[in-house]
């Protein structure tokens, strides 16, 4: 018995421990009682669960959290967003011009729980409109949901440009320069709007982990059908060229019959640099995420850094699944072909890159017939299958090529594969070498 007593008072002192960190969190219940701790440090902030209406705003960002070492739960709360505060002022000028919704400029914030959804039939004055802007180093956002709505013209992807010119985008996470270590966890977005789902530009050591995306998708056929609207007031032309990301067109911009388009546009994307500055993006980390019916699916490809890609699948995207580049990793990764090439490494500069790829059912597609399509030089790729009979037998892998994706590739002079490792354990023929 003279052992009982120690233990029992242990476990109360754990329990009582446990309570107090439960408890020292300051209890909310208003939007005026958020902007009240927005640049406080050392604060841990919990709001009433409940569905709260944001229809106003003291500026284009519309709530700015510049304080450090932070928590805000706001597990159970809905943020119901209105669409007409991304016109309320205007076009504004510069860098940091574009509308947000909520901007994490403080180190060391951890912000979780939220569910966003935009309300209302209108759009922005302007483009590159988001939902959360991440430039704080070593913030957490975790457990967050969106859904997105309010850009301009809606339902016709890239069709008719990718930003500025009469594009209104709504994207739903930028992690931006100066941010260094920072983390989305099991985020969800739901892309009902002309944008990115989650980008990066000029941040390092980002991770992204357990990040699920869907889009939209919509046949040209469709489109053509339409007897009003944004296309039919142009006599059913869009950009001209051919090829509009992942969709073929007339050289002068006539809608085909035949494709598919995504609505939205990718779903995770490296950019190349970001900030005033143009500071390069660094090595990003990308696990455990899923992205369906988007534009591309997860795009390292524009990135400078080495990107690390694992156990992550992507389905029925329009213009590539993976789209890859210099010294990028993707393992134990799945997609399938069935709108476009599983796997993209369009560059002809790009080098080393490595390649662990399942291809998932692909047949009963549109408008694609390759499975991959590689240029640079020193890749070593892998690509298997379940089930031989998820690969029609007449896909190719195109090597030293500008078909799909790498259609944007042709002023680079000719197309180069060279010293290339090629595992082909499907169907597919290969083609180029």
């Not at 859904?147 to 990718?162: A, E, K, N, V």
């Not at 699944?321 to 990028?328: A, E, R, S, Y």
């Not at 399938?336 to 399942?358: D, F, K, Q, T």
Request: net charge neutral; with cysteine.
């Amino acid at each position: 018995m003279k052992f009982i007593f120690p233990l029992i008072t242990a476990t109360l002192l754990s329990l009582a421990g446990t309570a107090a960190a439960q408890t020292d969190f300051i209890e909310i219940d208003s939007l005026d009682a958020l902007r009240s701790y927005l640049s406080a440090d050392d604060v841990k902030i919990r709001m009433k669960p409940g569905t709260y209406r944001i229809d106003d705003a003291p500026d284009h960002h519309f709530f700015r959290f510049t304080g450090s070492r932070t928590r805000f739960d706001l597990t159970g709360v809905t943020f119901e967003i209105d669409n007409r505060l991304f016109s309320k002022f205007g076009v504004v000028p510069g860098k940091d011009g574009f509308y947000c919704v909520i901007d994490l400029i403080g180190d060391s914030i951890h912000f979780e729980g939220l569910t966003t959804r935009n309300t209302g039939p209108e759009n922005s004055a302007q483009s590159r409109n988001k939902i959360f802007n991440v430039v704080g180093s070593k913030v957490t956002l975790q457990d967050i949901d969106i859904t997105t709505s309010g850009s301009s013209p809606w339902g016709y992807g890239s069709l008719y440009g990718l930003g500025g010119g009469v594009v209104r985008k709504m994207n739903g996470i930028r992690v931006g320069w100066p941010a260094q270590n920072s983390k989305l966890i099991n985020c969800r977005v739901h892309m009902r709007a002309m944008g990115h789902a989650i980008f990066v530009q000029g941040a390092a050591g980002t991770l992204i982990e357990n990040c699920h995306i869907d889009g939209l998708l919509r046949t040209t056929d469709e489109i053509l059908a339409e007897e009003s609207g944004f296309a039919f007031d142009r006599n059913f032309k869009a950009r001209s060229g051919g090829y509009v990301e992942g969709v073929c067109v007339g050289e002068d911009g006539t809608i085909l019959p035949g494709e598919m388009i995504a609505l939205s546009e990718d779903g995770i994307r490296m950019y190349g640099h970001g900030g005033e500055d143009r500071v390069p993006t660094g090595n990003t980390t990308i696990r455990n995420c899923t992205v369906r019916q988007m534009r591309r699916g997860i795009c390292t490809g524009l990135g400078p850094g080495a990107d690390t890609v694992i156990n992550c699948e992507v389905t029925d995207c329009v213009a590539a699944g993976f789209n890859i580049g210099n010294g990028d990793i993707l393992q134990a990764c799945r997609a399938n072909a069935r709108y476009a090439e599983a796997l993209s490494c369009p560059y002809y500069g790009s080098a080393n890159a490595a390649v662990e790829l399942s291809i998932l059912d692909s047949r009963n597609g549109r408008a694609n017939t390759v499975l991959a399509t590689i240029n640079g030089t020193g890749h070593t790729l892998r690509l298997t299958t379940p089930d031989p009979d998820f690969v029609p037998a007449h896909f190719t892998i195109e090597q030293a090529t500008n078909k799909g994706y790498a259609f944007y590739q042709k002023k680079q002079g000719r197309p180069v594969a060279e010293a290339i490792h090629l595992d082909n354990q499907t169907p597919a023929q290969v083609s180029g070498r």
